[in-house]
């Protein structure tokens, strides 16, 4: 029998609590909403939020080990995010610990931290439709995803998007205005699975979209661990240790 999954939402909270028309999009914050996703799609999992301001930005050792997958939403304070923090993070995830990272937090230091680059992209926000292609069909985060998935109103991304070359693509985005992006990528790290999402600035009520909650249920449990919960070491055997 599969344990329960344990999900943090994190998010920097900073728009929600300084912009009016951003509260109102998201009365209980983006993490909020995000979570209530969640919870709603995946009813045996444990779903908690954890933001900016809280003690060690709620991301202490005890929650962090008792965390399967931590989702991460940030935009305006990536800077404020406190550099050991973004290690004890980065850690984890080699260790076993599934990290999900949305929309702007392409630039927070845990995503820059494990990709290598600069994770820089091109953008633009004029309020452009976005069609989301999957271009890996069978993959379990596009599973139940309609193609395409429809987000009538988003703040544009465009290519080059500096990020390593992901093991899977899994969607691709074009927008009204002519830009294209790669906006569903997969990595592992050590012993933890990535996935990048790129739909969710918080002018828009994105995360309340049925389809865009179903993508972020099934990256849940995509990125749930597998076996041990260790950071990969290096290992000395003896001469004459296997004979068999």
């Known amino acids: 029998m599969t344990n329960a999954l344990r999900i943090t939402v994190w998010n920097e909270n900073v728009h929600e609590r300084e912009d009016s028309e951003v509260a ?40 962090l080990a008792e965390t399967d997958v931590l989702f991460w939403w940030g935009h305006g304070a990536h800077d404020a995010v406190d550099e050991a923090i973004v290690e004890r ?69 465009g290519e080059f998007f500096d990020v390593p070359a992901p093991e899977e693509l899994i969607f691709v985005s074009n927008f009204s205005g002519g830009e294209v992006f790669r906006s569903g990528l997969t990595y592992r790290r050590g012993r933890g699975r990535i996935f990048y999402f790129s739909p969710g600035d918080q002018k828009y009520p994105i995360y309340q979209q049925p389809d865009i909650r179903r993508v972020l249920a099934n990256a849940a449990e995509w990125a749930r661990p597998e076996g041990e919960r260790a950071i990969p070491t290096v290992t000395n055997r003896p001469r004459g240790w296997f004979e068999g």
Do not use: N
Request: charged fraction near 20%; proline fraction near 7%; glycine fraction near 10%.
């Open 24 to 63: 109102a999009l998201y009365p209980s914050g983006i993490h909020g909403a995000i979570a209530e996703g969640l919870r709603d799609l995946l009813p045996e999992a444990t779903v908690s939020t954890a933001t900016l301001e809280e003690p060690e930005h709620g991301l202490t050792e005890d929650r």
């Open 89 to 157: 993070v980065a850690e984890r995830v080699l260790a076993g610990m599934g990290l999900v990272v949305l929309h702007s937090g392409h630039f927070s230091r845990i995503f820059i931290r494990l990709m290598g680059t600069t994770c820089s992209l091109s953008w633009r926000d004029d309020g452009d439709r976005e069609l989301l292609w999957t271009v890996a069909p069978g993959h379990p985060i596009a599973e139940g995803v309609p193609d395409p998935l429809v987000v009538p109103a988003h703040e544009t991304y």
